[in-house]
């Protein structure tokens, strides 16, 4: 299955075979391999809190995704997926954001990723910092 331009796809980020993050993202385009998948700031998610040594998960809260614009890239088969993260009110570029995760998941209503926790940032100088080491190194067994 693959997606229109334009059509919205769930993303959610699955630990253990529970979602403990999940929202809506706007397809800008998908051929079935690579998708590119849009989430402007103030979309509604829900979100639950995770303890990185146990791998429990907090009651599912609704919020919004805040701070930024983020233009994901998801492609099949690959141990992570590239944002491209934008300043909310200027759109300004912020920085490269990597995701270590499992190879993502389609589903009849978008996309699962299973989150490592590790992630990488790479600032538009494209210096970069690992981001999270501590709880991947808390995480329990996969």
């Not at 075979?17 to 391999?33: K, L, M, N, S």
């Not at 690959?78 to 491209?84: F, V």
Request: glycine letters at 8%; hydrophobic letters at 40%.
């Amino acid at each position: 299955m693959t997606w229109r331009s334009g059509e919205t796809a769930l993303v959610r980020y699955a630990w253990q075979g529970r979602t403990h993050f999940g929202g809506p993202a706007i397809v800008v385009e998908d051929d079935g391999r690579r998708t590119a998948l849009y989430t402007p700031m103030g979309t509604p998610a829900v979100r639950s809190t995770m303890d990185y040594a146990t791998g429990a998960l907090g009651e599912p809260r609704l919020e919004s995704w805040h701070t930024t614009h983020n233009l994901r890239f998801l492609e099949a088969g690959l141990g992570y997926c590239i944002s491209a993260m934008y300043e909310g009110a200027s759109r300004k570029f912020l920085c490269w954001y990597i995701d270590m995760i499992e190879p993502i998941r389609r589903t009849r209503d978008g996309f699962v990723l299973w989150d490592l926790a590790l992630d990488i940032v790479v600032a538009p100088n494209l210096s970069w910092k690992m981001k999270d080491e501590d709880q991947f190194t808390r995480l329990p067994e996969i």
